[in-house]
């Protein structure tokens, strides 16, 4: 499980519409180049990635993103650059997350339950779908994994064990169970091995599982560790077309360490011999 480059882009746009639109909630902040320039307005841009191998499957993503403010004089452009260099160097209104920015992991299922095994219970006979999501520190669920389909053959119940994600270091303090479409059971993150419960009867009146998108299209997310910031430079200058207006371009870097994906093991190729039997004589 690995926070792409989308979700890495997305993390630093939910960082600007949190820390700017509260104060200028009429602010658009774009991600691409607008039409028609209104001001006060930002756009945000990733312009470079470099990812360095850091061994052992580890790798580094490294980007760097363009956040350009154009304001309406260069006070205006003075005060959205120190706000964000507050924020940056002294971590936000806790003062504890310094040079760091909340990762978001976005429109992504849980993954499925690593078995669910048949015990004694009162579940009817049928067959029954069970979806498990995680919850993140600040509440945030996931989107709900995809179905797993479980036939029960009488009154049954239904033993699950659900996955560790990341496995060494989870993100999820705890975790919800559906079946059928609603909430069955919650279950904490156990001190050692795999959170794991069993469901022997079902209410049928929980909420729904949340799913990766919703009609509108918005992406549901969760917290996902963080990106690092190591490079912060802004420069104001005079609009180069429109007198009397000023811009502001900030540099940032950000890098990420994480497992690299391995490549699936080539297919062992199965060894074949002609043996031919020939008559003694």
Partial sequence: ???????????????????????????????????????????????IHREVDRGYGIKEDQVQYAITYYGVNRSDCFKAVSKLEHYVEFGGAQYENRYLIQAWKFGWNFPAPLSVTLVTGTVPAGDHQVRVSGIDVCGNESAASLPTAVTTTGPQGFDIIIPRV???????????????????????????????????????????????????????????????????????REDPVENAVFQSTTTM????????IQPQDPIMEVLGLDIQLKEEV
Avoid: C
Wanted: charged residues 20%.
């Fill in 1 to 47: 499980m690995i926070l792409d480059l989308d979700d890495q882009f997305r993390s630093v746009y939910r960082m600007l519409w949190e820390l700017y639109l509260p104060d200028q909630p009429g602010l658009r902040i774009e991600d691409k180049r607008s039409r028609q320039l209104v001001r006060p307005s930002m756009r945000l841009e990733q312009t």
């Fill in 166 to 236: 990341p496995w060494n270091h989870p993100l999820f303090p705890s975790y919800n169970v559906y079946v059928d479409g609603h909430l069955e059971g919650n279950v904490a993150m156990p001190q050692w091995g795999y959170p794991e419960i069993t469901i022997s009867s079902l209410t049928g009146t929980g909420s729904p599982p949340l799913e990766a998108s919703n009609p509108q299209g918005d992406l549901n997310a969760v917290r996902w560790k963080f990106l690092r910031v190591y490079v912060l430079a802004s420069v104001i």
């Fill in 253 to 260: 870097e950000t890098s990420m360490i994480q497992a690299r």
